[in-house]
């Protein structure tokens, strides 16, 4: 406040007009230039906002009540037809529902589970965990992109290295991409495969646990899996939480591996078509794109309505420590 | 601390052995990890008959480069230096705009004052959860309207904006520097940008660096966009060229494609193993702790 900028002193030393307005305006044009130093940083994110988020969140509301084909340019308004249509009339709407919820309901809790399992196992200063990390780390980096699955669908053919493998124990060669019941697991076992950047979240939460903590329960005779119940989980309870929802989104949103493994078919009987698969099929394969906004809409709405039940549980089972402001 | 006969020498012993359990878990359990990946490299460089006859080995019998050569001739005339050409021209520029985007606004959140800033920020942090399917059919109409279907503009003109989870980690690193240090700078007589550029920058380099390899990575693996939005061979990313390539209707020489998919997956490897360090120390010490 004491500090005046010295242009502003020359400025009021300059103009010998009455003091206040002079204060005011000058208040005001300082208040100006602030506000607009602002928007120039934040210009880049706030025209991509309003180009490539907002502007298209409100033209996909519009389509999702139309009926649009974008190669002969016929708009025809349609109302709720759109989505009378997903709940009523198509059956592959509702297998693409099952499929998804199959694979995200057993896909994320699993990987979560994997991710904190091998934070918990490289969270010491053993000799080479540090290469350890990193090795555990590298499937996550490339496993969202085509050419692992494209080796993911080879790893369980016909004639693979999983059938190979097990022929040793005397199990017969089964083609695991051709029967639905087990295709959408290799899905689940790629997505689990790309356990990364949880495991990284985890441990940078389980390096801010005092070790006191568990000194003490250790006194107190609690052993190592109560210590866990106990002290680990309740202290990564925000970061399983933060997790949680990321991992949500995620698992109803999964794309690239289900195109890939099932050739952009979805097939074996419809196992693999994923939700975002079949938006894509109804969007860019049938040209349906009223009809795909739509469906874009109701997977919005599924994931708000999941997130607001996770965030409305949380107060129950989310600890907060209080006065952890003060570290940083 | 003085050893204290029996007691203390049981106790490093029952150490040891779980030291040499505890390695010997993460290698194996690590080897099956790995496996995928190594199986791939090993089966790009075996002869075509090879590959499903010898199928779980990871060392050929023979080493052949010839599964290279073929491969990177690609298809339809065009060979794959093609394709890696345009999926660095998307990766890398993506990645630059990026992140000098999300350095932007993180400081403009971060530090600036300015009307309208809740709420701003609000809608920014609401964004993290919005899944790309509601904004890709309207942004397709969007370029198509403008013609600018196979082109690299709508890959590239949205990342414009930066990307909310990056802006969103550079504020943390951000929200860490004492405000003295801009105070002072900005009695030396920076202004605002300069204070970003001179003094905020350097400071949060890993935040930055986190940010690019994320960025490159999401970038070079991205397979939605490049598929819809370039349908000319000519301007596919190594994903799309993939995907064609390994067409399960037509495929028969597998060597090529497991050549091909080793290849796609080196640039990813060189960036994370040369910057893994910065990447995990980012991570862990961005303050990610809800």
């Known amino acids: ?328 | 601390m003085i050893a204290v006969g029996r007691p203390s020498t049981s106790k490093t012993a029952k150490e040891a052995i779980r030291t040499v359990f505890y390695h010997g878990f993460v290698w194996v359990f690590g080897f099956f990890m790995l496996y995928p990946i190594l199986w791939v490299i090993a089966s790009s460089f075996k002869p075509a008959d090879q590959i499903f006859t010898n199928v779980t080995s990871l060392l050929p019998r023979t080493w052949t480069l010839d599964n290279y050569v073929q491969g990177w001739a690609g298809f339809g005339g065009i060979p794959f230096t093609t394709f890696f050409k345009n999926s660095l021209i998307y990766a890398g520029f993506g990645t630059l705009l990026t992140v000098t985007a999300s350095a932007l606004t993180a400081y403009g959140f971060a530090r600036l004052r300015f009307v309208g800033q809740k709420l701003w920020f609000t809608l920014m942090i609401m964004t993290l959860m919005l899944p790309i399917q509601v904004q890709v059919i309207p942004e397709y109409i969007m370029f198509a309207k403008l013609g600018w279907l196979n082109t690299f503009w709508p890959l590239l003109l949205p990342r414009v904006g930066g990307q909310a989870f990056f802006i969103f980690m550079i504020m943390q690193f951000i929200r860490g520097i004492p405000r003295e240090l801009d105070d002072a700078a900005s009695i030396d007589g920076c202004n605002e940008f300069g204070i970003f550029w001179r003094v905020i920058l350097p400071l949060v380099t890993p935040a930055l660096v986190t940010a690019a390899i994320f960025s490159f990575y999401f970038t070079w693996n991205d397979f939605l966009h490049p598929l819809i939005y370039l349908n000319d061979p000519h301007l596919y990313t190594v994903s799309v060229a993939l995907r064609t390539f390994a067409d399960p209707s037509t495929v028969t020489n597998w060597g090529a494609i497991f050549a091909m998919s080793t290849l796609a997956l080196i640039p990813v490897f060189v960036v994370f193993i040369f910057f893994q360090r910065y990447l995990i120390e980012g991570i862990s010490t961005s303050g990610l702790k809800g």
């Not at chain 1, 880049?44 to 519009?62: E, K, Q, R």
Request: glycine share 6%.
């Open chain 1, 1 to 328: 406040m004491s500090s005046v900028a010295p242009e502003r002193v020359s400025r009021s030393v300059a103009l010998p007009a009455s003091a206040r307005p002079e204060a005011v305006s000058s208040a005001r044009r300082r208040a100006w230039r602030r506000n607009l130093t602002g928007y120039l940083f934040i210009a880049p994110w706030l025209f991509g906002f309003l180009a490539f988020t907002a502007i298209p969140m409100l033209g996909s509301a519009f389509l999702a009540f139309t009926d649009y084909n974008v190669l002969s340019q016929n708009l025809k308004w349609v109302g709720l037809d759109n989505f009378q249509r997903m709940l009523f009339n198509d059956p592959r709407y509702w297998r693409s529902v099952q499929a998804t919820f199959s694979f995200a309901l057993v896909a994320v809790p699993l990987r979560l589970c994997f991710a904190l399992a091998l934070a918990m196992l490289f969270n010491n200063s053993r000799k080479l965990v540090y290469g350890y990390r990193a090795a555990y780390y590298a499937p996550s980096i490339v496993g969202a992109s085509v050419a692992v699955a494209v080796v993911w669908r080879e790893l369980f053919g016909k004639n693979s290295p999983v059938n190979a493998f097990l022929a040793q124990f005397g199990i017969p060669t089964y083609a695991w991409l051709g029967d639905p019941a087990t295709a959408l697991w290799t899905v689940i076992l790629l997505a689990m495969w790309e356990f990364g950047s949880p495991m990284l979240i985890f441990l940078a939460g389980l390096r801010q646990i005092p070790g006191q903590l568990y000194e003490a329960a250790a006194i107190d005779g609690a052993g190592p899996w109560k210590r866990f119940i106990r002290i680990t989980i309740p202290m990564l309870t925000p970061l399983i939480f933060f997790n949680l929802i990321l991992q949500m989104i995620f698992g109803f949103t999964v794309f690239t591996s289900a195109f890939i493994i099932s050739g952009g078919t979805g097939a074996p009987l419809d196992s693999l078509l994923l939700y975002s698969l079949y938006l894509y099929q109804k969007g860019f394969k049938d040209f349906q794109m009223g009809y795909a906004a739509a469906m874009a809409w109701a997977l919005l709405f599924v994931i708000g309505a999941f997130t607001a039940l996770i965030f409305r549980s949380s107060a129950s089972w989310v600890h907060y420590e209080s006065g952890s402001e003060d570290d940083r």
